[in-house]
């Protein structure tokens, strides 16, 4: 089969005109088989396919260009990674070869078009050659080289066994985007320097060549700084209280010792840059100003508005109020310093300053401040803040060094010749582009790793959100509402792994990964070359690879989704099954216990009849390959009967449309699952209509609570029972069971009996808190009113 999937005109003729794509998917039954040259993550520009096998065997060896240090250095990483992998022992040498061995040309040149980081990869019988027009293109035909072996190749454990051969193909690559970032937070969790490079490594096999490095956050300063010695003195330490909830952690208390955190020294980020650069990826750090900076004013309180005495947070700190003071001189000579040190450590040309989140309650009633905008005609404490980031980037720009910050960067105005990380959406990245600024995309509903990537109710706990593996891959990097001019500041893309909920490596890869592979895809494969269905296909290689190289991979995809629709015809709950891996074979239960490879296989929606616990897993070679999930539907009379609200949910909250509190499916344990309904600073009266008279024995109502997104149960509940909808009788009432206010999330369903009643409708009423209380970090903001499901017994 042809496509035109390849054939970007930007390439011009030669190889690309008579490339094939992938041939037609597999059938459902059939196991997928893929030859290797099409299962390399992320998708190359275009594959050709040609008769017969290179075999690597100790006879190769690996010629480049002589003289040529860096190709050499690349040459050097192949024969590293294949005496780690096979226990094959390749001569490095200097080309050109003479005799007939089978060898491996890394050679200098090729088409333009390619870039500095494109490669052409041809293998023959004879030999394997990559050329490329730098270092770094010659690094990616490595890795490619590297995907055409068994995923062993990526392992460390020797492995020996059926020889190995490199499908014959010529095939043509290179990036679509100059930036392809993760960024890593270090802040809320410490995480060692080995991990670290671990990360840096698995970026560099996925293609990507940016690792951004939050460094500094409110919980914890990372970097040893010569001249501030306080700053990992103090500000990398806090109370360990990784026993309680983020956002539910007392503060450090006179007399208590700080012992959790860490810091890197500056011999360590040294070591990591070198590290990363022979690598090919930048580290970009990022020195968080002029928020985000708490566990620096618990070192150096003179640099905030109040004058402390701070302490590091050890979990949530919302709003963030204390915040560098730009009244003050020593803020500027302190941060100058600090960078100073910085650009001394990083050669790369950006430095990230942070810039969100930042409150300016204090800014407002310091008189520092206030002296400071009546001085420069700054007229809102936003164009202070803007001042600010405008005269660090002037401290950045004399070093030869450029800026680049969250999007809130833009408020006030924007810094001349700052770049912009868009995280709050496109709209961010979309006013820096049309304003001629580089612009890296990662909005939170694609590029956020901490986000949930499967059904809360499975995952470790998270900070919430949702962004599955099919999300990140459809990201498209470059918004509409770009001309092509405009788009073309899209400079690329990034991936964020907060670690607010991400205390160990293990944890971390399993947020990273198969999501990185995903977002690789986004940021290096051609618009025209992604394909969702082929993405799956090839990512079973990446998994074994990911196996191979030890990684703790996140099954999510391999989570059975459960659709229930409720037919208004029939009066029937119908669920359909699917799961992200796409043409899973799906097995499932009705009488909870868990399913088996020989339990019922899915073959189409289920008609359900009465109340049933389903529980169903994806299968594969007899093997359950990702958690099983676990749902009650409820067939009730209320089912399908949208209520009449009083005060309408948000949409954003919508669980689905009007019938979503009688929909049979219980809300989970997230808010974002989709599943409840939210009112927001409003009380839930909602009146069912069961269509005639029925008896009622009980009311079901479940709530949630989660107080760290303003989510907070009701006061009390109440059921009203009525034959014609006009004139309504309390049946039963309840001051809700649970106060406590805590961080944890609750969800609760709580049951209101009902003695002899016989009614055609059914009012609940949820009395809602209406503002969240004093001591919350929302006091005197509305407070969320989360319901689900309504059941009528
Ligand atoms: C917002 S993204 C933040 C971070 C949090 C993150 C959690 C950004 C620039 N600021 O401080 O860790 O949300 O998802």
Redesign the pocket.
């Known amino acids: 089969m042809k496509s035109k999937r390849f054939m970007r005109p930007a390439l011009g003729a030669g190889l690309l005109a008579v490339l094939a794509a992938c041939g037609t998917p597999p059938s459902a039954e059939a196991p997928v088989v893929l030859s290797r040259e099409r299962t390399i993550i992320p998708k190359p520009l275009a594959v050709e396919r040609q008769a017969g096998e290179f075999a690597l065997d100790r006879a190769a060896r690996i010629a480049v260009p002589a003289g040529d240090a860096e190709f050499e250095a690349a040459g050097r990483f192949l024969a590293d990674r294949l005496r780690a992998s096979f226990g094959l022992d390749l001569p490095v040498t200097a080309a050109p070869p003479v005799e007939a061995t089978p060898v491996v040309f890394l050679s200098r040149g090729g088409r333009a078009e390619l870039g500095l980081e494109g490669y052409a990869l041809s293998v023959t019988p004879a030999a394997v050659s990559v050329t490329a027009n730098g270092p770094a293109g010659a690094f990616y035909g490595i890795q490619t080289l590297l995907q055409l072996l068994p995923p062993e190749a990526f392992g460390s454990a020797v492995t020996t066994g059926s020889p190995l051969t490199v499908p014959c193909l010529r095939l043509e690559d290179k990036p679509r985007f100059p930036w392809r970032g993760m960024m890593l ?1 270090v802040s ?1 969790h410490f995480f060692p320097k080995e991990f670290v490079k671990s990360v840096i490594d698995s970026l560099a096999f996925h293609k990507m060549n940016v690792f951004h490095w939050h460094l500094t ?1 409110d919980q914890g300063w990372r970097l040893e700084i010569k001249k501030y010695p306080k700053l990992t003195e103090i500000g990398a330490w806090r109370v360990d209280r990784e026993d309680r909830h983020w956002n539910d952690r007392p503060a450090q208390q006179p007399g208590e010792q700080a012992t959790y955190g860490g810091f890197y020294t500056q011999e360590d980020v040294r070591e990591i840059v070198a590290y990363a650069a022979a690598r090919h990826v930048t580290v970009v750090p990022e020195i968080e100003m002029p928020g ?1 900076c708490l566990a620096a004013l618990a070192a150096y309180p003179e640099l905030s508005c109040t004058g402390g005495p701070f302490t590091v947070p050890p979990g949530g700190y919302w709003p963030i109020v204390d915040v560098y003071c730009p009244g003050k001189e020593k803020t500027f000579a302190f941060l100058e310093d600090v960078l100073t040190e910085v650009i001394a450590l990083f050669p790369g040309e950006y430095v990230h300053i ?1 810039g ?2 930042v409150d300016k309650t204090h800014w407002k009633t310091c008189p520092k401040c206030q002296a400071r905008m009546k001085k420069e005609g700054l007229k809102t404490e936003e164009e202070l803040q803007s001042w600010f980031t405008r005269r660090i980037e002037r401290f950045l720009n004399s070093r030869g060094r450029k800026l680049i910050g ?1 999007d809130e960067i833009l408020e006030g105005g924007l810094a001349p010749n700052a770049a912009v990380m868009s ?1 709050r959406g496109n709209e961010g990245g979309i006013a820096a582009a049309k304003a001629g600024h580089p612009v890296v995309m990662t909005p ?1 509903s694609f590029c ?1 790793f ?2 949930y990537q499967g059904d809360a109710a499975v995952e470790p706990l998270s ?1 919430g959100g949702f962004v599955p593996l099919s999300k990140v891959y459809s990201f498209e990097p470059v918004p509409p509402e770009l001309s092509a001019e405009e788009g073309a500041y899209v400079i690329g893309l990034q991936a ?1 792994l ?1 670690a ?1 909920y991400v205390s160990t490596p293990a944890h971390s890869q399993y947020m990273t990964y198969p999501r990185l592979a995903a977002m690789a895809e986004a940021g290096w494969t051609a618009k025209e070359g992604r394909n969702g269905d082929d993405f799956r296909e090839r990512l079973e290689f990446q998994l074994l690879r990911y196996d191979a190289l030890g990684f703790n991979w996140a099954r999510s995809m391999f989570a059975v989704k459960l659709a229930p629709t409720f037919d208004p015809g029939t009066k029937r709950l119908r669920i359909g099954m699917e799961a992200e891996s796409g043409r899973p074979d799906i097995r499932y239960t009705l009488d909870g216990s868990d399913p088996t490879a020989e339990s019922r296989a899915y073959a189409g929606p289920l008609d359900v009849k009465k109340s049933a616990v389903v529980k169903a897993g994806v299968f594969s070679g007899g093997r359950l390959r990702g958690p099983v999930t676990e749902t009650e539907f409820l067939v009730h009379p209320a089912l399908g009967r949208a209520p009449i609200l009083q005060f309408p949910y948000r949409e954003r909250y919508a669980a689905g449309g009007p019938g979503g509190l009688v929909d049979g499916l219980k809300g989970g344990k997230s808010h974002t699952d989709g599943r409840w309904q939210g009112f927001e600073g409003d009380d839930l009266v909602a009146t069912i209509d069961l269509g005639k008279r029925k008896k009622i024995r009980a009311v079901e109502i479940g709530f949630l609570q989660n107080t760290a997104s303003w989510i907070f149960f009701p006061r009390s509940v109440e059921v009203a029972v009525s034959d014609d909808g006009t004139d309504f009788r309390v049946a039963a009432s309840l001051v809700f069971p649970i106060r406590d206010e805590t961080g944890d999330v609750l969800p609760e369903t709580v049951r209101l009996g009902i003695e002899n009643a016989r009614a055609r409708f059914v009012r609940v009423t949820a009395a809602s808190i209406k503002t969240c209380p004093e001591r919350h970090a929302g006091a005197g903001g509305k407070a969320w009113l989360f319901a689900d499901e309504i059941i009528v017994r």
Do not use: A, L, V
Request: without cysteine.
């Open positions: 937070d809320r956050d985000h942070g969100d989140e969250w995280w939170t956020y901490d986000y900070i964020n907060w607010e």
